[in-house]
């Protein structure tokens, strides 16, 4: 065969009927194809977060002594989304929502198949989706053949996530809040303990070491060279030998108490933000639209069908006529 314009045109005019009539009844098929009798319409429902780049509340709303200070209101970037994802990918985040919206009668699941689970967790792939859009934020979206059940998963969905990250962050807060009051607690037992023994040196005479040694040895001194009683030099000699027998101990007590005391701020500060941490947990996420029932369905898309049906069959029709011309010229040829 030719296949030059002018004999297409000719081809195409010579067998026109077939080539519009096909066509025209797959588009009737597509249609009817696509309608609710025979395809299930779903319904989506999306909700758009932001990750937030700390969930810290000492660190965001506390003095710090550093200048590392965090900004509550920041939008976090790519790292904070992955972890979003992570987490919404989790079984905890699927087992809640499949028992909580009865997942495995919704989506029509044998409950008493051997592999209901896997057919589930292939049905809820196929219905819940998360992303990480070009601007950083997580888009969840859920298709339902109820539109209420959708926006209502959506949502859900979203809250979980920041229940979740909220369950993680205040276990391990909770768990350093800990760590933190332990060694608070040892360094106040080491405190007392300092301060019982610097009372005992007291009540032995032991106030100022530097400032006794010094007025009772030049008391002695002038004592001595005065010709003082016996008695009284005896007893500034006994004061002086206590001062020297404990002296030593009493200054590095109270140097210790010093520089633990210092500590003991410190870790008492440290201890008040560990507190806020694992009693008050800020929001992982920031929420930018809320999940609502759709009012249009989102699949199928019927005009897409039906294009799909009306082209195909036209191409196929095409390539069924061009066989049976081949084979028709292929006997003719034979015969001759």
């Excluded at 597509?30 to 025979?38: I, N, R």
């Excluded at 205040?170 to 106040?188: D, S, T």
């Excluded at 009683?229 to 210790?256: C, F, H, M, P, W």
């Amino acid at each position: 065969m030719d296949y030059s314009s002018t004999n297409l045109l000719l081809f195409l005019y010579q067998w026109r009927k077939p080539l519009l009539v096909i066509p025209l009844i797959s588009v009737v098929l597509g249609a009817l194809a696509s309608s609710s009798l025979f395809i299930q319409p779903l319904y989506k429902s999306t909700v758009v977060v932001f990750p937030s780049t700390t969930n810290s509340v000492s660190k965001a709303l506390l003095p710090q002594t550093s200048f590392s200070d965090e900004d509550m209101l920041e939008f976090g970037a790519e790292e904070q989304a992955e972890q979003l994802l992570q987490i919404l990918h989790s079984d905890q985040i699927f087992d809640t929502i499949a028992s909580q919206f009865e997942l495995l009668k919704h989506y029509g699941v044998d409950a008493n198949g051997p592999y209901k689970m896997t057919y589930l967790r292939e049905e809820f792939k196929d219905k819940v989706s998360f992303k990480r859009t070009q601007f950083m934020s997580v888009e969840i979206e859920v298709l339902d053949t109820d539109p209420v059940i959708a926006a209502k998963m959506a949502n859900e969905i979203t809250d979980l996530l920041d229940r979740a990250k909220s369950r993680i962050q205040r276990n391990r807060a909770q768990f350093g809040f800990l760590i933190v009051k332990k060694e608070y607690n040892k360094v106040r037992a080491d405190l007392r303990t300092m301060e019982d023994e610097v009372s005992i040196l007291r009540t032995k005479g032991v106030h100022d070491y530097e400032q006794q040694s010094a007025v009772i040895s030049e008391q002695l001194a002038i004592a001595q060279v005065s010709g003082g009683s016996k008695s009284g030099i005896r007893s500034l000699q006994n004061t002086l030998d206590t001062l020297a027998k404990y002296g030593g101990r009493y200054v590095s007590l109270r140097d210790e108490l010093s520089l633990l005391k210092q500590e003991e701020v410190k870790i008492r500060t440290k201890l008040d933000q560990a507190r806020v941490d694992a009693e008050q947990i800020m929001p992982a996420t920031f929420r930018v639209t809320k999940a609502i029932p759709a009012e249009r369905k989102s699949y199928p898309v019927r005009w897409l069908i039906v294009v799909v049906f009306a082209m195909g069959s036209f191409v196929a029709t095409m390539l069924a006529i061009l066989v049976k011309n081949a084979v028709k010229e292929l006997r003719v040829n034979n015969d001759l």
